[in-house]
């Protein structure tokens, strides 16, 4: 608890993501901000018109954090399908350390508010549809170099991506049971391997061999 002073709009926002990702919208209510925050309900409203922006605010920043997460993984390595797989891993570390509480919080509030809230249902598209671009690039990437075969389907695949391993969440979020969302990745990567070209295969196996998988 913080003291009645005033505190800035990105600290309550940043107090507020855990229990957004843990409760969602409709089970966060302004009593528990309070409580959580630690601020009078005055400030709050000086920082933000209602819940309902503060709460879309709290995602906005929760996805900045996600995506310097997941930057900072596929940063590691440099081959388009090498950033693939550290993307995918880097997935499973972060909820496998989370105990798979909560699940993807994005994925969350789509299902709860996609159908109730223009402005959230606009932002949780721009959250997957980034993420499907930026897999989209990877392997748009791989087929330029060679490494997946020229008439691989570059947008249904990574829509498949991407929906596969929200699955894998969901899945994992229900069961607390690590080897659902393993599952969901193992079919990402063999999926990848029937595109791969002969160049390919032997650039991932000269990265096995060198540690750089």
Partial sequence: MVSKGTVTK????NRIIEHIHLNGFSETSLSDIIAITGV???NLYFHFKNKE?????????????????????????????QKIDAMLDAVYTYHKKRKFR???IFGNIALEMADKNIAYRGFIHDVFQQWIDWTATQ????VTNGQLLASTPVQELSHHIIAALEGGLLLSKVTKNPDDLNAAIRGIKELLHYYKTNK???RRNN???????
């Fill in 10 to 13: 990105q600290t309550i926002i």
């Fill in 40 to 42: 009078k309900k005055g």
């Fill in 53 to 81: 922006e503060l709460i879309l605010e709290a995602l906005k920043e929760a996805h900045r954090q996600y995506q310097e997460y997941l930057a900072a993984y596929t940063a590691k390595v440099s081959e388009p399908l």
């Fill in 102 to 104: 909560g699940g993807c």
């Fill in 139 to 142: 392997l748009e990437v791989a």
């Fill in 200 to 202: 390919g295969l032997k």
């Fill in 207 to 213: 990265a096995i061999k060198t540690g750089n998988n």
